[in-house]
């Protein structure tokens, strides 16, 4: 149901009348703090206006399937199908940046031990409540996470206490609210939410790394606005960002 109602929402702003002097983008919800500023200032610079469109991973990219869009922001394996699929032009893609996963707490609480596999797991036994984005949604972090509480043993007992969301983001901010003990997420869906705390990365044998990778439509409605936006991302200023929100340098 969750993950239904995820495609309708990212579907009714698809389908909004595009105008000449607009382009779409479409992109992973985990860099959405990292583009908040792109719009105004692609405008002033080129007079053209950026619609976002943000979305889990898996959403994303059933998106951009339905189409159309300019520019899509995901990870390499749903960006390659849509080169394979022939709509994101195969010599396009840029990479961003590489984001960990996180937990997280709110302001003020105690600071749960995580360094080790053996911390993590007992914190994650000894929560009373824990807040990620749905796996059902198609989020990266859900699917890997609820996989990752299988591989330690502990789903039998972590499952009932799950608090699942449509991103990652709106779980940290759910644990802003009081809402839930602990939050697990990508670092990038965390540091952008005030009142919550990160307590650190998951230990490294558990983490996972994702990259997100930019992307040109095959068929963008502006190739040459398209390109310019483009440009903007691979920029200075871009990497800045990214790495305040706790994205790593893409290889």
């Known amino acids: ?6 495609i309708f929402m990212i579907g009714v702003a698809m389908i909004q009348p595009a105008r000449a002097d607009e382009l779409v983008v479409l992109s992973a919800a985990a860099v959405k703090t990292v583009l908040s500023e792109v719009p105004q200032k692609f405008e002033a610079a080129t ?8 979305g889990t991973a898996g959403v994303v990219r059933d998106a951009a399937i339905a189409g159309p869009f300019d520019l899509v922001v995901i990870p390499p394996a749903p960006l390659a199908d849509l080169v394979s699929r022939g709509l994101v032009a195969a ?5 961003l940046g590489v984001v960990r ?3 997280a707490v709110r302001t003020g609480a105690p600071l749960p031990k995580i360094a080790t596999v053996d911390e993590f797991k007992a914190s994650l036994l000894a929560a009373p409540s824990i807040g990620m984005a749905d796996p059902a949604t198609g989020a990266t972090s859900g699917i890997y996470l609820a996989k990752l509480m299988q591989q330690l043993g502990i789903a039998d007992v972590v499952t009932p206490k799950l608090k699942l969301y449509p991103e990652g983001q709106t779980a940290m901010e759910a644990g802003a609210r009081g809402e839930v003990a602990l939050g697990l997420g ?3 869906e965390i540091t952008p939410v005030a009142g919550m705390t990160l307590v650190g990365p998951i230990p490294d044998s558990l983490q996972l790394r994702t990259i997100y990778a930019a992307g040109l439509s095959s068929k963008p409605a502006n190739p040459a606005r398209a390109a310019a936006l483009m440009e903007m991302l691979r920029g200075r ?3 800045e960002v ?3 929100n706790g994205f790593e340098p893409a290889p």
């Open 242 to 244: 990214l790495r305040l």
């Open 91 to 95: 010599d396009s893609r840029h990479n």
């Open 186 to 188: 990508q670092i990038s």
């Open 1 to 6: 149901m969750r993950a239904l109602f995820a």
């Open 237 to 239: 200023d871009i990497a």
């Open 47 to 54: 007079g053209t206006k950026i619609r976002f469109v943000f």
């Open 101 to 103: 996963l996180g937990a």
